[in-house]
């Protein structure tokens, strides 16, 4: 960080009525379940039949993880050219991880609630190379436990094993591992998707590296089962010093998946583990654009201390972060952590990236109740800003998935109840104006908007060590910032097109506007109308307490081949972002005001909205940006005229003006504001945006708008 009088500042809580007495009050049963905290689940053979699915979804997971990485291991010994057609033909899991998605469609059509799909890549990935079978069920099993006692001598080779062998003597899949650890380094070997903390976790002290074998005293003792994955621990506490394995960021197996996979589902995230460079996300992008992945959207893992120095430009070249604390959790110091995960938080906030927080109540894998530490860090997540919770070991082979998820869900909800949505708009937009200010735009020395230019550009902040295998610290700075440019989302323009100006962007503007109306008129419902769906990220950024409705028309498009219907792709990616709650029109339906009286209509039936409540709607009229208060009608199901008391609020809200220099007195009718200037809160007023009134409509309306999780949401 350069010496700019600009500290990378990072929200703190401030929590809004969050008085004991308050809070022991009970719960009211009736008050909506809405939770904005999304939930991921990973499906495993705790939960793939389609009951068990249905149930997750009723209990509120929005996005299922199908995970390669049960499964490659018959691959690894297959050559390159072997892979392909025989690799389609006899990898079980494959198999299993495709049932999961036939099954998550069936649970879709039975709940009618939508569901995105995610599928975990291996990448640079070391596991044990331990024989397994696949069982009926195309899952994989491990016989025999390796049982190890503290200060046993373990070998981690990368040669065969030959056949009756001790049972310490290890293989693991990476064949240049003894280039990688030295004398004194810390190996982790812990059965995948655990803590690293109970007694299926070993750590391991090197005592000397051979050509082939690397020696190791076990520091305590541990019952080895299940797929064992194999962590090198940083051995620096304050840089990086380790090599990085050489793997690619996709491995041939995940390439044939996802190829494999693209055939019959949609798949709308790929988890990128390891991710460790800018580049990392450049390259899947290119490999899933070639494979016809191309509306697929990257959210890079951030699991070791290796993707936190680059984690700038990572963040801004992926769709989104996970952050992968069981991982990471192994290369960071205890006590940096929750600061770590804070500080990524911010970030992602910031540029307006989801963030996924992982490992959170691992005890659910066993007991039905969380700790209260894990609880507290549920509710912590959700306070430090993150969108979403990705659950592993709980749903894949835990014993409480369904549990799991209601009670994470619960959790969420009370935590979001005392988030400051306010401080958290506030601090967005004093971010907003400090860049701003450093460009220069605003007098000031431009020295953080560099600082931030070069960091989401390159984020070489270590030396690159002198070998073939490289210490993985991005030291391509030009070469990742040209190929981010090559594959600019609209989310990086965006971000870009903030860099250069003093101000918002436009649709920033409006989404941010929206948000702040809604605060300030009390309302209960945000309706976004959305094509690509990036007016609802934008919306979902200012974190507004309300449900974000997002409206997803779809269109029909020609790919040059033959037409087809896009905009459910959009209406599933929505579902890891805070707030959004994505809901397809049906096609026949035109995007107008009819459209927005049945989604009125629609959220009245579920709960959302009640006779006279504010909704803000933000939506393309005539080719003019709008946000606009509508009401629903005294019956509670249409909407009704714009109350003028609100009109004036909303333009209070937007122009930051106080009642009486900038309004005069409010005549009551609100006449004569129709059509007034909307301006940044904060900022100077910068975008026209029309605040027009809906055509009074106090009718019920039949609804021909649909949440389309039906039919083929997740099978093509
Ligand atoms: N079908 C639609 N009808 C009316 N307004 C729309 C529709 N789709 C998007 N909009 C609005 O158009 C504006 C710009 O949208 P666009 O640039 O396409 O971004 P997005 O990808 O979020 O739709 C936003 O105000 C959005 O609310
Ligand atoms: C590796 C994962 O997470 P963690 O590092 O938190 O175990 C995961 O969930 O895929």
Redesign the pocket.
Known sequence: MPSSRRPNKVKTHVLKDCSLPSLLVPIDPNESDFTATKVIVTIGPACQDVDTLCKLLDAGATCARVDLTWGPLEFHKRSLVNLGEAMRRSWGPLEFHKRSLVNLGEAMRRTRKLCAVMVDVVGREIILNRPSKIDEDGWPRFENPISVKATDKVTLTTGMVPEGAAGNVLPVSYEKFTSMVQPGDTVFLGRYLVTGSEDSSLYLTVDSVGEKDVVCTAMNAGVLDGLITVFHTERSTDSLANLQNDLPILCPEDKAALEALQDEFEVDFVSLSFARTADDIVQAREFLDSAGLTTTKIIAKCETRQSLFNFKSIAGAADGIILSRGNLGLDVLPEKMALVQKSVISNCNLIGKPIIITRVVDTMCVAPRPTRAEATDVANVVLDGADGILLGAETLRGKYPVLTVETIMKICRQAEKVFDHVHHFDHLMQEAMEIADDTGALGGSGEFAQYFARNVSQANLTPAMPSSLGNGVDDSDGQSLRSINRHDS?AQLTRAANLGSPLLSK?ES?ASSAVRAADKVGASLII???????????VSKYRPPQPIMT?V?PQLKNDGFKWHLEGRDTARRCLIQRGLLPVLAAPSQN??ES?LEEAVAMASRAGLVHAKDHIVV????AGA??VKIVSVDEGGYGIQAIRPKSLVDLMMATAGASKEEELGQDNGNGEGRVGHTIGQPGLQPRELTHVSSMKHNETARSASLQVRPAMQAACK
């Open positions: 609209q649709l409006i976004v109308y959305t094509r690509s769906g990036q007016t609802a990220s934008l409206l028309v995007s107008g459209l933000v939506q393309m009229l940006f709008v």
